[in-house]
């Protein structure tokens, strides 16, 4: 499945809670897996990545192609609504939107004079090595016709699985009118316009049908005339990466906690020390949501829309528990260490644990093997947290935008 995709079919899931939450400002963000994150989406657009957040895979993420079938345009058009709806409550989400899409959002689905610059910036390697080619050399020794697939591939590699072979005709009977040097130019012309609006063109416009859903047209032209696409992009997205320092300049203290502290002092140097998808990881875990808002921390918000600085604060729990996070209100509470190696460890259990739920299994086996530790029970009815169904519930430690996370004790009985 494509980003747009993988995230059309979650927000099929979850739009109604999504609307639902709108209410009381616990809108959920978490809309994508892991491998989908924040990847470009265009039609034959290989990914370029942004940051070294964009470091998993290799393989492009792509629109399907306008051939699409009904029950695939139904959920770009749930995207739509999905994205519509993250406009509105100021909310980052998992997938950010090639700039010519958002370009072709903003313009109603309305095509433009394509220059070299938006080729390039769609994808390099077409221009470099058909567009600006076709221009330099004859193109009769290359049997051409005005036809295009939407996927290149060398002389005698076979389509990938799921990418559709047949040729798409540029004009009607394109298939029996060959490309000469006398004609090149048009074909030129009527391939970019190809890839860059008519491979989306469905798309886009079933993009388009859920997003004013939510945002009225007449907004979203505003919109337009104050926001350039890369802007709408990266409203949506969020910040391309977590500037820690800029985190940390713009955090607060509470409860006691004074900047001088170690536990303080302690909880950025372990943060420094995370790679990029545990920084993502851990902002999730304390507010929700995986980026920094267009703006950075200093636009960070809570739950009721308004702006919220990540917060810091001095827990009453006991001494080497694991943190307690309060996403709708961007908090995390630390309780005293006894090292720093013992507060990194907590703090990176919550962040694991936070992706995939809290197991108990899973926390013993991250003490190195020893299986000595046990979670504390957070709701005192002795089965250690774990809710009926076999999940667990307030210790989960989860990323989710309102929802309490509890602190559960590493080491000690309950």
């Known amino acids: 499945h494509t980003a747009a995709h993988t995230a059309a079919h979650t927000a099929a899931h979850t739009a109604a809670a999504v609307d639902a939450d709108a209410t009381n400002g616990s809108t959920k963000t978490t809309t994508t897996?892991?491998?989908?994150?924040?990847r470009s989406v265009h039609s034959a657009s290989p990914v370029n990545p942004e940051s070294t957040a964009e470091r998993k895979a290799?393989?492009?993420?792509e629109m399907e192609p306008e051939r699409g079938s009904a029950l695939r345009l139904r959920d770009y058009e749930i995207l739509g609504r999905f994205l519509g709806l993250a406009l509105l409550q100021y909310v980052t989400v998992g997938v950010r939107l090639h700039p010519s899409i958002c370009r072709l959002l903003l313009c109603d689905n309305k095509p433009w004079t394509i220059t070299d610059d938006d080729l390039i910036a769609l994808d390099e390697t077409f221009f470099k090595h058909k567009v600006a080619y076709l221009r330099a050399h004859d193109v009769d020794p290359l049997c051409l016709d005005f036809t295009d697939v939407l996927?290149?591939?060398a002389a005698g590699q076979h389509a990938a699985a799921g990418q559709p072979d047949a040729p798409v005709e540029l004009v009607p009977n394109g298939k029996e009118i060959d490309v000469t040097e006398t004609n090149k130019h048009e074909y030129i012309r009527l391939l970019c316009e190809?890839?860059?609006f008519g491979s989306v063109r469905q798309q886009v416009s079933a993009m388009l049908r859920g997003l004013h859903a939510a945002v009225p047209p007449h907004i979203l032209r505003d919109l337009a005339a104050l926001v350039a696409p890369e802007e709408l992009a990266s409203m949506l997205a969020g910040e391309a990466e977590i500037?820690?320092?800029d985190w940390r300049r713009h955090t607060l203290t509470a409860g006691g906690l004074r900047r001088s502290s170690k536990v303080f002092r302690w909880f950025w140097r372990a943060v420094r020390s995370f790679d990029t998808s545990e920084r993502e990881k851990l902002l999730q875990f304390g507010t929700g949501t995986r980026r920094p808002p267009v703006g950075g921390f200093a636009q960070l918000q809570g739950f009721n829309g308004g702006v919220h600085k990540f917060t810091l604060c001095q827990s009453n729990e006991p001494r080497d528990s694991l943190p307690r996070a309060h996403a709708c209100i961007c908090t995390v509470d630390l309780p005293e260490?006894?090292?720093?190696?013992?507060?990194?460890?907590a703090v990176h259990i919550a962040l694991t644990m936070g992706s995939v739920g809290f197991d108990d299994a899973a926390v013993a086996a991250q003490d190195d093997g020893d299986g000595s530790e046990r979670a504390h029970d957070v709701d005192g009815d002795g089965d250690g947290g774990r809710a009926r169904d076999g999940s667990t519930r307030g210790g989960s430690a989860r990323g989710d935008r309102g929802s309490e996370r509890a602190a559960r004790s590493p080491a000690g009985d309950h």
């Open 337 to 345: 260490y006894s090292s720093y190696e013992t507060m990194r460890r």
């Open 33 to 38: 897996s892991d491998a989908t994150t924040n």
């Open 58 to 61: 290799g393989a492009s993420t």
């Open 243 to 245: 500037d820690v320092s």
């Open 151 to 153: 996927h290149d591939r």
């Open 194 to 196: 190809w890839r860059m």
